[in-house]
């Protein structure tokens, strides 16, 4: 650890490496020793007191003033700032019912935390004990109010030592995350309360939906004793397989790791095992290139009939080679079923972009040895800008082009396979329905529709981080309400999914019904199978391309690989407590007139809200 060290302990994501470590010593003789060796051991931060046994502070009473602790000149104030955990002295009990108790313990209490901004400390550490913790969450409630500027990270056992304790009954038992939800809850959600879980010990491994809905949680660290390691045959300290399947689950919100150690032994095994770890477990996905930096980040859906796309946008998606490939199958199988007296089949790429899928409806051509006639039709003038170079370079004049909106275009002949790729992240969300509608007059009755049908899906969602996201981000012109109202397309990865996700509204193409409407409205129910924060709905969708070829982002038949659509998440104004075994239910509407579409929202169970997104009052998708 040196004063050049790039990592905070409570810093920006982007600054930290993925497994950054601490190491927590117990009022060492010397700090600077302590962070000297720490660094030689390749710890990037210390989890010590400020304060010091031998300083009586005696707060009450001293006169004259007693000292606090040791000075804070044995150190700078870049390293207190950079590489000081502060712990709370563990003794402090500000919710005691003894009332002189209660008292000096404030007293010390509000000490220490002036003693660590005084010192510029980036984080203050303490641990809850028991369930009840008022008048600690309604001080630092307090100070979080004021502006307070360090962070504070509760800590916790991952696993109540209750639940498998052979001397309790089943009503004495403990959830450490309701302790936790309960503390927060008093600092309503504030994005610098943070938390740290003690690694439960090997028999006390938590269930996978446990481990999940901590994933749905600020999570900063997690602390490893040393005396969970076992020595592996070249006598060197590992983890058994269950700590790393833990470990390996949290990888993905990038918390680091603190070592707790009594003893004196060679400490740089336990940060080199973490860091080979961090490499061995990791499982990135393979487009990191792509979707790195956005975790967690709030993008408003594209609008594309509407707004030009750019060509950044365009270039992303071109990135995306699975999604090209499955349309070029569904393509083929399309053609192969186009009857054989066709003799010059036509194909209609509708919303062609830059011309990926134009591409590959003639390397169907190419591969079935059957000639095509292609039609690409766009309404961005600037993409046509780009097709036109394409079809005088790359694909010999065979491609008729068209500036048109497919809505409106009336074409010379009509498709035997009408094209197009319109889908948001909830399927129907960019208007493909009413787009496809309007460009169906141009497909044969017999015709083919790619993809065929779409369909999306919706599941109860909890994640503080995308919540204080929406609160904390409020553009100027906007109020809380539209933020909240509006829905967003996250890479969701901060996050517990309460449920699995339901089906709501599905679109088929072509449709050949006299009267098409494209308004829906359905209500889904969701079993709560443990008591978790509620704080909206996340939706996904898939389609049908052609028969069985398909693509999807819900989350158990994702197109593996594909990084094209992220989540879309649907808000609520307040985050809500659901207990374990309690229904969530919601009403959602797809609702149309004349210009716009929107989504309307109505939580129903456990809660009865009011509808988001009234009259699209907030959120909406123009249609001219
Ligand atoms: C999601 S992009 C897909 C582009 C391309 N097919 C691809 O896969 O890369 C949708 C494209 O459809 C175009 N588009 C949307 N609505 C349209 C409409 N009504 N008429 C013509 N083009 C439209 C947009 O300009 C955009 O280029």
Redesign the pocket.
């Known amino acids: 650890m040196s004063v050049e060290s790039q990592y905070y302990p409570d810093g920006d994501n982007e600054k930290r490496k993925r497994m950054s470590t601490g190491l927590q010593v117990n009022c060492p003789h010397s700090l600077r020793l302590a962070i000297q060796s720490a660094y030689e051991y390749g710890y990037h931060f210390l989890v010590t007191q400020i304060t010091h046994p031998n300083y009586a502070r005696d707060l009450l009473h001293g006169k004259p003033p007693p000292a606090i602790g040791r000075t804070d000149r044995i150190l700078q104030s870049l390293e207190w700032g950079r590489y000081i955990v502060a712990e709370l002295t563990p003794t402090i009990n500000v919710d005691s019912e003894i009332e002189h108790v209660q008292r000096k313990s404030k007293a010390l209490f509000l000490q220490e935390l002036g003693f660590a901004v005084h010192l510029g400390v980036p984080v203050i550490k303490f641990s809850l004990t028991k369930r009840h913790n008022a008048q600690l969450g309604r001080l630092i409630n307090e100070k979080l109010v004021n502006g307070f500027t360090s962070s504070f990270w509760v800590t916790l056992p991952m696993v109540h030592p209750s639940q498998f304790s052979p001397i309790c009954t089943e009503d004495e038992k403990e959830d450490s995350w309701e302790w936790w939800n309960d503390f927060r809850t008093y600092c309503n959600y504030d994005k610098h309360v943070g938390l740290v879980l003690e690694l439960p010990e090997i028999a006390h491994i938590p269930s996978q939906s446990e481990v999940n809905r901590w994933i749905g949680e600020p999570v900063k660290a997690l602390i490893i004793p040393t005396t969970y390691f076992i020595l592996n045959n070249h006598g060197k300290p590992v983890l058994p397989r269950a700590h790393q399947d833990i470990i390996q689950r949290f990888l993905t919100i990038d918390v680091q790791y603190i070592i707790k150690s009594d003893s004196e032994t060679d400490l740089s095994l336990y940060t080199k095992y973490l860091h080979f770890l961090g490499k061995k477990l990791y499982v990135g996905d393979p487009n990191l290139e792509f979707i790195q930096g956005c975790e967690d980040f709030l993008q408003n859906p594209?609008q594309?009939?509407t707004e030009?796309?750019e060509t950044n946008i365009?270039e992303v998606?071109?990135k995306d080679q699975i999604?090209?490939t499955t349309?070029q199958n569904a393509i083929q199988k399309a053609l192969a079923d186009v009857p054989q007296d066709v003799a010059l089949p036509v194909i209609m790429?509708?919303?062609?972009?830059?011309?990926?899928?134009v591409q590959a409806a003639l390397n169907v051509s190419y591969i079935l040895h059957r000639k095509v006639k292609v039609y690409a039709?766009?309404?961005?003038p600037y993409?046509i800008n780009t097709l036109i170079d394409r079809v005088n370079h790359d694909w010999n004049g065979q491609v008729t082009l068209i500036n048109?909106?497919?809505?409106v275009?009336e074409p010379p002949e009509k498709a035997d396979i009408l094209v197009?790729?319109?889908?948001g992240s909830f399927g129907d969300n960019?208007?493909s329905p009413e787009?496809l509608d309007?460009?169906q007059r141009f497909l044969k009755k017999s015709g083919i529709s790619i993809p065929c049908s779409y369909t999306s899906y919706l599941a109860p969602l909890q994640s503080i981080k995308i919540f204080n996201e929406i609160r904390n981000n409020r553009p100027a012109d906007k109020t809380l309400r539209t933020c909240y109202e509006t829905p967003y397309v996250i890479h969701l990865v901060n996050y517990y999914q309460i449920a699995p996700a339901q089906p709501l509204f599905k679109f088929e193409h072509p449709n050949w019904n006299d009267v098409i409407n494209n308004e829906r409205y359905k209500k889904l129910r969701f079993n709560c199978e443990q008591s978790c924060i509620l704080t909206g709905f996340v939706g996904f969708f898939d389609t049908v391309l052609y028969k069985d070829v398909m693509l999807s982002i819900h989350p158990e038949t994702h197109t593996r690989e594909m990084v094209s659509w992220f989540p879309i998440v649907f808000p609520l104004m307040e985050p809500l407590k659901v207990e374990a075994g309690s229904v969530i239910e919601i009403s959602f509407w797809r609702v149309e007139n004349a210009d716009k579409v929107w989504y309307e929202w109505c939580l129903e169970k456990p809660l009865k809200g009011c509808v988001m997104n009234p009259a699209g009052r907030s959120y909406f998708i123009k249609k001219h």
Do not use: I
């Not at 197009?420 to 889908?423: A, R």
């Open positions: 594209l594309p009939l030009h796309l365009y998606f071109e999604k090209y349309y790429v509708v919303g062609a972009g830059r011309g990926p899928l039709v766009e309404k961005n993409a048109e909106d497919m809505r275009y197009s790729e319109l889908l960019e208007l787009c309007g460009a």
